[in-house]
Every structure is written in C-alpha cells, then in structure tokens.
C-alpha cells in the first residue's frame, strides 16, 4: 500500500491529452515539492518534473506538472506511442522523514 | 555527462550481507545529496536510503532501517549501501540516484541498477 495513491492505468488516443493524478495528505504533497517520473519498459527512471512544475532541459513541454492541496497532477498533450510507459510520483513525508512514491501509473497509448 | 554505476549485487543466501557501490561522474558529486531507490519485480519504486552531500544527514526507510546503512566517499566519488540480515523481500534492482539540489528535490540522474536476489 503506497502512501501516494495513483490511478493503476490510464489511457488515451495519440494525439490527444491524458492526466494522471496523484493524492497524498498534509505530511508529504500539502507541504512538500512534488517529482514525476517516466519508466519506459526495461529502463531505470527518468525525471519529467520536479519543485510541482518545473522541467528538467531535454523535457518536451508536453509534459505538464501541477499541485493543489494535498494532490498533484502530471498532464501529457499531443500523446504519442513512444509515451507509453509506466508513471510515477514522489516527494518527501515530513511525518515518515522518508520519500514517499505513488504505486505508479501505466500509460497505454491506444 | 552524468554517470551512475552500481554494482555488487548478485545472489545471497536469506541472513546473509552484501554491499552495493554507485561509481559517479560527469558532475561535481559531493554538492549533491545520494539516494538509493529499489524495484522489486514487477513492483513500483520504494526508496532505500539517502544520504545528504557532505554525509552527515542520512534517511532510511522503515523496512532496511537497523539493517542497512548508507555512506560515501566523496574523494572516490562513490556511494555505498551495507545490507545486512538481507531477507527475500529485499529482492530488487537496486537504483543509485541523484539528488536534483537538495536532500529531497527529486532525483535527475538513475543508474542502469543492479540485481540483488535473497534465496536459498
């Protein structure tokens, strides 16, 4: 059981726009910087946002970062095959003093 | 460019130890905190341990916390993982990460990992 929840799965045609969401509490997303991650089959991680919002250069500004509360969305646009890959969230748990992650999200680009 | 290198995973017998090394280079490695992250097969992400630049701040996760313990040399650029009582659910790639600037900004740099297997 992940201290962040995440949708198992989404989906969505190419070209078109996808949102995955991301819930915690007031120990880790309400008062701490979110990161989102993209898994492609057989590879480690790779960092798409970080601070909430922010793009590491080399990020396409498909990807989008948001946070509201004690929930953060990671939104993609202009959907591609090559999207396809497993999704995760992260921050830091002030009450655990752990980084906490989602239990990921798997994109299918139908 | 960045580069992050694990080793000295392998095949270990449950109670036994094994210590994993992260081999950094193409940044300045003691600015930047170091974390360890793990995959269990089939399995999302769970954080291990980190440890802040200068090693004076370290963080582990419930499960490893009293077995593992996370160091670093930052005359060899290098990160380590002691991993002692190892038991099956410690079966996992092993990640070396990054951290973005601060003990906890996200990591902007993985390893490849390496496979550590508890069985009998």
């Known amino acids: 059981q992940s201290v962040l929840t995440q949708p198992p799965s989404v989906s969505a045609a190419p070209g078109q726009k996808v949102t995955i969401s991301c819930s915690g509490s007031n120990s880790n997303i309400g008062n701490n910087y979110v990161a989102w991650y993209q898994q492609l089959p057989g590879t480690a991680p790779k960092l798409l946002i970080f601070?909430?919002?922010k793009r590491p250069s080399g990020i396409p500004d498909r990807f989008s970062g948001s946070k509201s509360g004690t929930s953060a969305t990671l939104g993609i646009t202009g959907l591609q095959t090559g999207d396809e890959a497993d999704y995760y969230c992260g921050t830091w748990d002030s009450s655990l003093t752990a980084v906490v992650f989602g239990g990921g999200t798997k994109l299918t680009v139908l | 460019e960045v580069q992050l290198v694990e080793s000295g995973g392998g095949l270990v017998q449950p109670g036994r130890s094994l210590r994993l090394s992260c081999a950094a280079s193409?940044?300045?490695?003691?600015?930047?905190?170091m974390h360890w992250v793990r995959q269990a097969p089939g399995k999302g992400l769970e954080w291990v341990s980190g440890i802040s630049w200068n090693g004076f701040i370290t963080g582990y996760a419930d499960s490893v916390k009293g077995r593992f313990t996370i160091s670093r040399d930052n005359a060899k650029n290098s990160l380590y993982l002691q991993m002692n009582s190892l038991r099956a659910e410690d079966t996992a790639l092993y990640y070396c990460s990054k951290g973005k600037y601060d003990f906890w900004s996200g990591y902007d740099h993985w390893g490849q990992g390496t496979l550590v297997t508890v069985s009998s």
């Open positions: 601070d909430n919002n």
């Open positions: 193409g940044f300045t490695f003691d600015e930047f905190a």
